[in-house]
């Protein structure tokens, strides 16, 4: 079982910038593929970006050049630094912790940060 605690969301102006938190509980989180989500009212729940075990990380058009994925092993904590925010940006962000086991996988989900970005 991982339980995963989000932090660093707030009320920022466009083109400014915050840096999200996701730490998780329990062993193994250098196994995870780490990932970040987000979901603005009245719309689906929508992949931000990825970390693989490895390192490697993956991003959607729309946070490319602008949204940086990280994690500290060592801290089990996975960050997502976003700059030069936009109104579009606005929304509720998860972080998520994916196990894969081959065609199968298991997902953990954190409760959320609200990330509002208004003038």
């Known amino acids: 079982q991982v339980q995963l605690v989000e932090s660093g969301g707030g009320l920022v102006q466009p083109g400014g910038s915050l840096r999200l938190s996701c730490v998780a509980s329990?062993?193994?989180?250098?196994?995870?593929?780490m990932g970040w989500y987000r979901q603005a009212p009245g719309k689906q729940r929508e992949l931000v970006a990825t970390?693989?075990?490895?390192?490697?990380?993956d991003y959607e058009d729309f946070v490319r050049g602008r949204f940086t994925i990280s994690r500290d092993n060592a801290e089990n904590t996975a960050y997502l630094e976003m700059n030069s925010l936009k109104l579009e940006d606005t929304a509720v962000y998860y972080c998520?912790?994916?196990?894969?086991?081959?065609?199968?996988?298991?997902?953990?989900w954190g409760q959320g940060t609200q990330v509002t970005v208004s003038s």
């Open positions: 998520n912790a994916r196990r894969n086991f081959g065609v199968a996988y298991l997902d953990y």
């Open positions: 329990g062993n193994l989180f250098s196994a995870y593929t």
């Open positions: 970390i693989d075990s490895g390192g490697s990380a």
